[in-house]
């Protein structure tokens, strides 16, 4: 079974520059940013057979990856659109 892929870089390639210069320069992105590829590492373990874990936990934790994932892009399209010329 082949696991999706849901890393920021993967899913927004577009926006590799503004991901690499939020986690540079903005605390908050950079602490959220390890944060989702904490959870997002954590679903593809549970996903992958390495560990079991109710349906439950797993829903939960990708609740928590879309949530992040959501603050995250939002976060980098305000910083985007403030670049645009």
């Known amino acids: 079974m082949s696991l999706e892929k849901h890393d920021l870089i993967h899913e927004m390639p577009e926006s590799k520059e503004a991901i690499h210069h939020l986690k540079t320069t ?8 390890e944060e989702y590829h904490e959870v997002d590492h954590a679903v593809h373990h549970f996903e992958g057979g390495a560990e079991n874990t109710s349906d439950e936990h797993l829903e939960d ?5 879309l949530n992040l994932k959501d ?8 910083y985007e659109s403030s670049t645009e010329k």
């Open 61 to 65: 934790l990708k609740k928590q990856r």
């Open 26 to 33: 903005n605390n908050h992105f950079a602490k959220m940013f």
């Open 71 to 78: 603050r995250l892009s939002s976060m980098i399209r305000e």
